[in-house]
């Protein structure tokens, strides 16, 4: 089976623009989160999709925003970008049903903001 | 609010010792899921081992095993035989069983493990 894939690798953008990444997770998981990661506040959050829904979100503004497609693909939306959006995205795919399974994450886009 | 705390920052082994890595974390629930991932200089994130709150007995995957004090709301992972290729950082999280159906699991800051030949 193919691993969770995100793409672009690497992006760069200036501040004020917006930006969308993309996130496809592994075949039959139904469940998306998308995490930041910095050095300075680590692993945060983002929000979680579930056959189309958003269900739950960190505490991140409302620039930052996502959707989830019929077939589970990802994307998520930053907005008027800030220099302190630079950071490491990840997304995570898990299988549908309940309980707490694993997350399977993918490589991760780093953005830079200039 | 779940908190999760990894006090290690950084930590270096010798190749074939053993290393403990610390995590504490804060909750009132009495059921809940724990975990460590490891995240390999740029590599993908991958699950090394988990914990429910609900089974006393520590987990263990291979070389990898935790020391599980819930009392304590302690969850330490013990390395054995360390390899080069645990050189990696590793993230404790926590997932709180009101929301495990999101998926909204917390991470510790992270301790950067080096092992050294």
């Known amino acids: 089976k193919a691993g969770v894939t995100q793409t672009p690798r690497y992006l760069i953008k200036t501040r004020g623009q917006q930006v969308t990444l993309s996130c496809s997770p592994i075949?039959?998981?139904?469940?998306v989160s998308w995490y930041q990661q910095t050095p300075g506040q680590g692993l945060q959050f983002l929000f979680e999709?579930?056959?189309?829904?958003?269900?739950n979100k960190g505490n991140f503004p409302g620039r930052f925003s996502g959707r989830q497609f019929s077939n589970s693909r990802s994307e998520m939306n930053v907005s008027t970008l800030e220099l302190g959006d630079s950071a490491l995205y990840l997304c995570?795919?898990?299988?549908?049903?309940?309980?707490?399974?694993?997350?399977?994450f993918g490589p991760g886009t780093r953005l830079t903001v200039t | 609010a779940q908190t999760v705390t990894q006090s290690q920052p950084e930590m270096s082994v010798q190749e074939a010792e053993t290393v403990t890595l610390s995590c504490t974390y804060d909750?009132?629930?009495?059921?809940?899921?724990l975990f460590w991932y490891k995240q390999p200089p740029s590599r993908q994130m991958i699950l090394v081992i988990r914990?429910?709150?609900?089974?006393?007995q520590n987990a263990t995957e291979n070389r990898f095993s935790v020391n599980f004090q819930k009392a304590a709301k302690s969850f330490s992972l013990k390395i054995s035989d360390s390899q080069l290729g645990d050189t990696a950082m590793y993230f404790c999280?926590?997932?709180?069983?009101?929301?495990?159906?999101?998926?909204?699991?917390?991470f510790g800051a992270g301790t950067r493990l080096t092992v050294k030949p």
């Open positions: 995570a795919s898990s299988p549908a049903g309940t309980g707490p399974y694993e997350q399977y």
């Open positions: 075949s039959g998981h139904r469940s």
């Open positions: 999709y579930f056959s189309e829904t958003q269900r």
């Open positions: 909750t009132s629930e009495n059921n809940y899921y």
């Open positions: 914990q429910e709150a609900y089974k006393q």
């Open positions: 999280a926590f997932m709180n069983p009101l929301t495990y159906n999101n998926n909204d699991m917390r």
